[in-house]
């Protein structure tokens, strides 16, 4: 049976324990009600948390639109449209960046355009990573090229969110591309290509992941033997 509130010890989060922390006009007993809704049933919680997806308070919208990654499953096309909302009109690239990570936990592929419009449209990078590490899980074929550019781009956290993403698309075109990252001097986006060649399979995978096995730092050649 499932379970309207939860007790824990002397505290109880309840409906209406939440709904009296959502009602108030500080901000700081609204964030503690939206983060509370995680302890209600997922369909009370839907309908609770909407209101505040576009709060006046930044905190409190990213708050709530983080927990659409879960939420959102109860009704997958209200959330594809109040993310899209969020993503287009939200003043803070926190909350875009939110709702981008959350489509894609979603797994909400008619967002692909939407993604692919904002990555070419923002100049906020937190904004890009987020479009560009939500794509993989997204499993949308049509992000390939945009992975494939933003491979090549100089922020290398960019770099190693195409890379981690590349190898969940699943896509054996990315092999030749990923390799010649597998002399690059950062450690962590060797360890990702690890992941990703993991992934992918193939002659070309193995045998850099046999080259990444002897590699200098221990964690990389650690990933690489076990993925053999």
Not at 41 to 60: C, G, H, K, Y
Not at 85 to 106: I, K, N, R, T
Not at 154 to 173: C, F, H, K
Request: charged residues 20%; proline residues 3%; aromatic residues 6%.
């Amino acid at each position: 049976m499932s379970k309207k509130y939860i007790n824990f010890g002397e505290m109880s989060v309840s409906p209406e324990s939440v709904k009296q922390l959502l009602s108030s006009e500080n901000f700081g007993e609204r964030l503690r009600g939206v983060n509370q809704l995680r302890e209600l049933e997922p369909a009370m919680a839907f309908e609770m948390v909407q209101p505040f997806l576009t709060d006046s308070n930044t905190r409190v919208r990213y708050a709530a639109v983080s927990q659409m990654d879960t939420l959102g499953s109860q009704d997958l096309q209200s959330a594809l449209t109040v993310l899209r909302s969020c993503l287009f009109h939200d003043s803070e690239p926190d909350v875009q960046a939110a709702a981008a990570d959350a489509l894609g936990a979603l797994k909400l592929r008619e967002a692909f355009e939407d993604l692919k419009q904002l990555y070419y449209s923002t100049s906020e990078w937190l904004v890009k990573f987020s479009i560009v590490a939500t794509l993989g899980e997204l499993g949308e074929p049509q992000a390939f090229e945009l992975l494939k550019e933003a491979l090549s781009d100089e922020n290398v956290l960019l770099q190693t969110a195409a890379i981690g993403s590349l190898g969940e698309l699943g896509d054996t075109r990315a092999v030749p591309l990923l390799v010649t990252h597998a002399t690059n001097s950062d450690w962590q986006v060797r360890y990702r290509l690890v992941q990703a060649l993991s992934l992918l399979g193939g002659d070309l995978a193995h045998s850099t992941l046999e080259t990444l096995a002897k590699d200098p730092v221990e964690q990389v050649a650690q990933a690489a033997k076990a993925s053999l």
